[in-house]
């Protein structure tokens, strides 16, 4: 019983996964413009963060693909998908401001709705964010890298 359990939810992640990349390359087609002090070629991309370093048990990514206006964020572990999200963003000077529209049922009751407010830096072919939920203490500090 429990492998049938494991194969329904790997089939339920997949699912979850396909509508996530349907609801984003809809939302491409719907982009708006970005008013920003850098250039937008900076932040749109696919990135994968490499500080702070993923710990714990399996191989882990977490991948996030932004374009004009709207962004998808994916955490893996072992090729499996853990969680996803995605949404709109905008840019005003150094910050960089996501709006959650979607996600994986793991991530939507604690990120649906909400903001996350980072301050952006880039050296090179890496983005500095530090910043977190609107109207929360939790600080993330991440270093990201551009895969395309």
């Given at each position: 019983m429990k492998s049938n359990r494991k194969l329904t939810d790997k089939k339920f992640y997949l699912v979850?996964?396909?509508?996530?990349?349907?609801?984003?390359?809809?939302?491409?087609?719907?982009?708006?413009?970005?008013?920003?002090?850098?250039?937008?070629?900076?932040?749109?991309g696919v990135w994968k963060q490499v500080s702070p370093e993923l710990g714990g048990d399996g191989e882990q990514d977490k991948i996030k693909i932004i374009t004009k206006g709207h962004f998808v964020w994916i955490h893996t572990?072992?090729?499996d998908i853990v969680m996803s999200l995605?949404?709109?963003?905008s840019i005003d000077g150094d910050?960089?401001?996501e709006s959650i529209r979607y996600g994986a049922p793991t991530n939507q009751r604690i990120a649906f709705g909400r903001r996350v407010i980072y301050k952006v830096s880039f050296e090179g072919n890496r983005k500095h964010?530090?910043?977190g939920y609107e109207n929360t203490n939790r600080v993330f500090n991440e270093i990201w890298e551009r895969v395309e």
């Amino acid at each position: 019983m429990k492998s049938n359990r494991k194969l329904t939810d790997k089939k339920f992640y997949l699912v979850t996964v396909a509508c996530l990349a349907i609801m984003f390359c809809v939302s491409v087609s719907f982009s708006t413009d970005i008013n920003s002090s850098y250039s937008p070629d900076q932040i749109i991309g696919v990135w994968k963060q490499v500080s702070p370093e993923l710990g714990g048990d399996g191989e882990q990514d977490k991948i996030k693909i932004i374009t004009k206006g709207h962004f998808v964020w994916i955490h893996t572990i072992n090729g499996d998908i853990v969680m996803s999200l995605g949404g709109e963003y905008s840019i005003d000077g150094d910050t960089y401001i996501e709006s959650i529209r979607y996600g994986a049922p793991t991530n939507q009751r604690i990120a649906f709705g909400r903001r996350v407010i980072y301050k952006v830096s880039f050296e090179g072919n890496r983005k500095h964010i530090i910043g977190g939920y609107e109207n929360t203490n939790r600080v993330f500090n991440e270093i990201w890298e551009r895969v395309e």
